[in-house]
């Protein structure tokens, strides 16, 4: 076996074995995190999805770890980009619930959810929203869009690594809502991984997904948070 074959099946292995080790986890512990509270999400969040990925890239590969989790450097000329999509992502969001909602077709697409604490005061939501929310996606991309997507792309090529982050996201999401997704569910969360690998293969930097993520489910949230208040 020449030394790029033995190179190439031990970073498969490494990168099976590790996102083997996240689900493991999730699956095992992931009703005792939910029970805890939001700040051990966090750090959940961040310990296997930011610490994992550090580690594996400093200490076993011996590489440039900013470039195989964060891919090329995107805030260097490009300042006013995150505020773009983050408000070209939400509003798209925003208007396309709206129009699910006045057309009362909201309950066919019931796989589109907020997050945990929609149900708290409107304070609450906000900060999170504004500073809790966006560590959680953060440690999310630069994982599934971050680091799997460009090890595999390395070994695989582009495509299969847009595919494969998106299987890997798949079964995140379905282990993480065991019990309460449902088909529709598993397409969408497939064809959401998909969209954000194809933004992570354009613009070669997990950051661009990160932020149209946050304006999504800023957007998810906020509507939400408007239906509750026209119930109340």
């Excluded at 994992?52 to 590969?61: A, D, G, H």
């Excluded at 589109?112 to 900060?127: C, E, H, R, Y």
Aim: overall charge positive; some cysteine.
């Amino acid at each position: 076996m020449t030394n790029f074959k033995k190179r190439k099946t031990i970073f498969w292995l490494v990168l099976l074995a590790e996102i083997g080790a996240v689900l493991f986890f999730i699956s095992y512990f992931i009703l005792d995190i939910k029970k805890i509270g939001i700040w051990e999400w966090v750090l959940f969040s961040g310990g296997f999805f930011g610490l994992l990925p550090f580690l594996t890239e400093k200490f076993i590969f011996k590489c440039d770890w900013r470039k195989n989790i964060f891919g090329e450097k995107f805030f260097k000329n490009k300042i006013i980009l995150p505020f773009i999509l983050i408000v070209l992502s939400g509003g798209i969001s925003w208007v396309f619930l709206y129009f699910l909602d006045n057309k009362n077709l909201l309950k066919e697409f019931s796989f589109i959810k907020a997050s945990s604490w929609i149900l708290g005061t409107i304070f609450l939501v906000v900060f999170l929203d504004l500073f809790i929310l966006p560590i959680i996606i953060f440690f999310r991309e630069i994982f599934f869009r971050g680091w799997v997507f460009f090890r595999t792309k390395e070994m695989f090529g582009p495509l299969i690594a847009v595919f494969f982050q998106a299987v890997a996201y798949l079964i995140y999401e379905i282990i993480l809502n065991w019990g309460k997704g449902s088909f529709s569910f598993g397409v969408f969360v497939f064809c959401w991984g998909i969209f954000l690998g194809i933004l992570t293969l354009f613009f070669k930097t997990p950051w661009v997904s990160f932020f149209v993520y946050w304006g999504y489910q800023m957007a998810v949230d906020s509507f939400f948070l408007y239906k509750i208040s026209k119930m109340i």
